[in-house]
């Protein structure tokens, strides 16, 4: 199957690119301004990995995401408005605003929640891909569930279970290792012996493949590999995207850990500028601004509407239709 972007794609996941950016940008000026609750994990920086990893997904397709999500949402389809409703608390958020930043679920689009644990999101995909597996012998479907994960939770035991496991039975499940370079604030280097996580692949007897995770057409296309791998019963892969946060772990960090070297050495690699600048020679430079301001001002709509939603009410009953029923 084809696995390179068309040029039509590329501009939508730059669109999406921008749009994560700036919502990004806005929850940042939001949680100053008190209109949060709690601290804001932002992913400026990483949006090549969560956006060109789901780009080839469909809605059949299981996510699972972690407490930098934001782009993984995004990606998978999630409306701006209920994602921003969801972040402030809103009544019109898509989990009815209880779930928060970080734990967004969004089953029609196949995501089935965000994960405040380091890790957690690594064994949920591949029980999903075992549900998915049988559902795909039974119906000869090609569903696919795929796990995006940092390095910090690369280092847990449940990620290492999860992965031989999932070779073990040739699990339809993609693991996508979002490497970011720090977790927390420690860095990789103090956390792992090896420097490309990659290479544990190998252990497992999968293939492995680590790319320019701010390159946002290598990122899909290596993922795209893997999924139509695991779309043809052949099990799972592991893609390390080698990226970086530009900002701190969260709204409450203090930084001071990030060289201003590194900083302006990954600014320079901006995924949002990359991808532009391999769009200039099929796309004018009218269209890539178009494509910039409606992604800003889409943004900046959505979060109009969120401040003006009611809040949540009380209820003295359980839903009768959770929002997971029906998504495996």
């Known amino acids: 199957m084809r696995n390179s972007p068309t040029i039509d794609e590329q501009i939508e996941m730059l669109r999406r690119m921008i749009a994560v950016r700036h919502l990004e940008e806005r929850l940042g000026e939001l949680h100053k301004a008190g209109k949060t609750r709690g601290p804001i994990h932002r992913c400026d920086g990483q ?30 389809g999630v409306g701006l408005h209920p994602i921003i409703a969801e972040i402030l608390g809103r009544s019109t958020g898509a989990c009815a605003g209880r779930a928060g930043h970080m734990l967004i679920a969004d089953a029609a689009n196949g995501l089935l929640g965000g994960n405040a644990i380091v890790g957690g999101g690594i064994p949920a995909a591949t029980g999903f891909a075992v549900s998915l ?9 090609a569903r696919v569930a795929m796990c995006l994960f ?15 496991i999932a070779a073990l ?9 979002e490497h970011n370079q720090y977790g927390l604030t420690a860095h990789h280097s103090t956390q792992s012996s090896v420097p490309d996580l990659v290479v544990r692949a190998a252990g497992y007897g999968m293939p492995g493949e680590s790319v320019d995770g701010n390159d946002i057409t290598a990122v899909y ?39 201003a070297d590194d900083l302006a050495a990954w600014r320079e690699r901006d995924p949002i500028v990359l991808a532009r600048r391999s769009l200039a020679a099929s796309v004018s430079p009218a269209q890539l601004d178009a494509v910039d301001a409606e992604a800003r001002a889409a ?21 009768s239709a959770p929002y997971y029923a029906g998504a495996v």
């Not at 080839?56 to 998978?76: E, F, I, P, Q």
């Not at 039975?169 to 290792?177: A, D, R, Y």
């Open 47 to 76: 949006e090549a990995v969560g956006i060109g990893a789901t780009a080839m997904l469909d809605a059949a397709d299981l996510l699972t995401s972690t407490h930098r999500g934001h782009a993984h949402y995004v990606g998978k």
């Open 133 to 141: 597996q049988m559902r795909n012998r039974a119906d000869g479907g």
């Open 150 to 164: 940092g390095d910090g939770a690369a280092q847990t035991g449940i990620c290492h279970e999860s992965m031989n």
């Open 169 to 177: 039975w040739k699990l339809p499940v993609v693991f996508v290792l």
């Open 221 to 259: 296309r290596a993922v795209a590999t893997a999924v139509d791998r695991a779309r043809r019963g052949e099990g799972p892969s592991l893609i390390e995207a080698k990226t970086y946060r530009i900002v701190g772990f969260s709204t409450s960090d203090v930084g001071g850990y990030q060289s």
């Open 299 to 319: 943004v900046d709509a959505a979060v109009e509407q969120a401040l003006a939603d009611p809040l949540p009410g009380f209820v003295d009953h359980a839903p």
